[in-house]
């Protein structure tokens, strides 16, 4: 038996996320179907994360186990013509027996992509947050320096969330400019259930002028998901990088 990491690529828009529910369509449910039967026994995917439904991902990184042997170079090549279109495996390599892709995950990073627009905009409506207001970007970017660092995260996850340890650390938060369009990166430890909506959310609302860049650290300490800003929409969402 031998151990294989792949990189996967998906458009989460037709899935319930990645993580495999019961009579539902899912990023491993779709993978672990085709793998299957490329290799004739049953596989068990174990990826870094669940993304949740809607998200997207460039570059989430799983893992599996078989005793038939094979070309790695040109896996991918052949395994994606059996994958649904929006899944693609990007690359495949043997490891240790001992790797495992979600434990030995040291960081994330995660993009939210927004679309300044004073008009819909029907091109970008399944892949970006469409935003109506006016930004303010140098709020924005003095805003993302309160969010570096070990904090408790409480504030920025899923209100009825049942997660117990929520103190997470971020590594880098920033804000890139691209026409109309607004990238926020951000790469930490780990991530709570719609953390990085909940920022880029609040990023927005800085931006426009409801909140102040220094309000954040009150928000980090009232560990009350009313304080932030709104949930932004998971189409707008990807998962970039995962780091060993």
Same mark, same amino acid.
């Given at each position: 038996?031998?151990?294989?990491?792949?990189?996967?690529?998906? #458009?989460?828009?037709?899935?319930?996320?990645?993580?495999?529910? &019961?009579?539902?369509?899912? +990023?491993?449910? @779709? $993978?672990?179907?085709?793998?299957?039967?490329?290799?004739?026994?049953?596989?068990?995917?174990?990826?870094? %994360?669940?993304?949740? !439904? %809607?998200?997207?991902?460039?570059?989430? +990184?799983?893992?599996?186990?078989?005793?038939? &042997?094979? @070309?790695?170079?040109?896996?991918?090549?052949?395994?994606?013509?059996?994958?649904?279109?929006?899944?693609?495996?990007?690359?495949?390599?043997?490891?240790?027996?001992?790797?495992?892709?979600?434990?030995? !995950?040291?960081?994330?990073?995660?993009?939210?992509?927004?679309?300044?627009?004073? $008009?819909?905009?029907?091109?970008?409506?399944?892949?970006? =947050?469409?935003?109506?207001?006016?930004?303010? +970007?140098?709020?924005?970017?003095?805003?993302?320096?309160?969010?570096?660092?070990?904090?408790?995260?409480? !504030?920025?996850?899923? !209100? #009825?969330? #049942?997660?117990?340890?929520?103190?997470?650390?971020?590594?880098?938060?920033? +804000?890139?400019? #691209?026409?109309?369009?607004?990238?926020?990166?951000?790469?930490?430890?780990?991530?709570? =259930?719609?953390?990085?909506?909940?920022?880029? %959310?609040?990023?927005?609302?800085?931006?426009? %002028?409801?909140?102040?860049?220094?309000?954040?650290?009150?928000?980090?300490?009232?560990?009350?998901?009313?304080?932030?800003?709104?949930?932004?929409?998971?189409?707008?969402?990807?998962?970039?990088?995962?780091?060993?």
């Amino acid at each position: 038996m031998a151990r294989y990491k792949i990189t996967v690529c998906y #458009d989460g828009g037709a899935y319930y996320g990645f993580q495999k529910q &019961e009579g539902l369509p899912t +990023v491993q449910s @779709e $993978i672990e179907r085709v793998l299957s039967t490329r290799f004739s026994q049953k596989i068990t995917l174990r990826a870094s %994360g669940r993304t949740d !439904a %809607g998200v997207h991902a460039i570059a989430q +990184v799983a893992h599996f186990d078989t005793d038939k &042997e094979f @070309e790695t170079s040109t896996f991918g090549y052949s395994i994606n013509t059996m994958l649904p279109r929006d899944i693609a495996v990007t690359s495949c390599e043997r490891v240790s027996d001992d790797f495992h892709a979600q434990y030995d !995950a040291k960081r994330k990073t995660y993009l939210y992509k927004i679309c300044r627009s004073k $008009i819909h905009s029907p091109l970008k409506r399944l892949y970006y =947050h469409i935003c109506f207001y006016d930004l303010n +970007v140098s709020r924005m970017r003095k805003a993302c320096e309160y969010f570096i660092g070990e904090h408790d995260f409480r !504030a920025f996850m899923l !209100a #009825d969330s #049942d997660k117990e340890n929520t103190v997470r650390e971020i590594y880098d938060l920033h +804000v890139e400019e #691209d026409g109309e369009d607004l990238l926020v990166y951000v790469t930490g430890n780990g991530f709570l =259930h719609n953390m990085v909506r909940i920022i880029a %959310g609040t990023l927005i609302d800085v931006g426009r %002028g409801r909140f102040e860049p220094e309000d954040i650290t009150a928000m980090l300490e009232s560990k009350r998901h009313v304080k932030t800003g709104k949930t932004l929409e998971a189409c707008g969402l990807y998962l970039c990088k995962v780091e060993y």
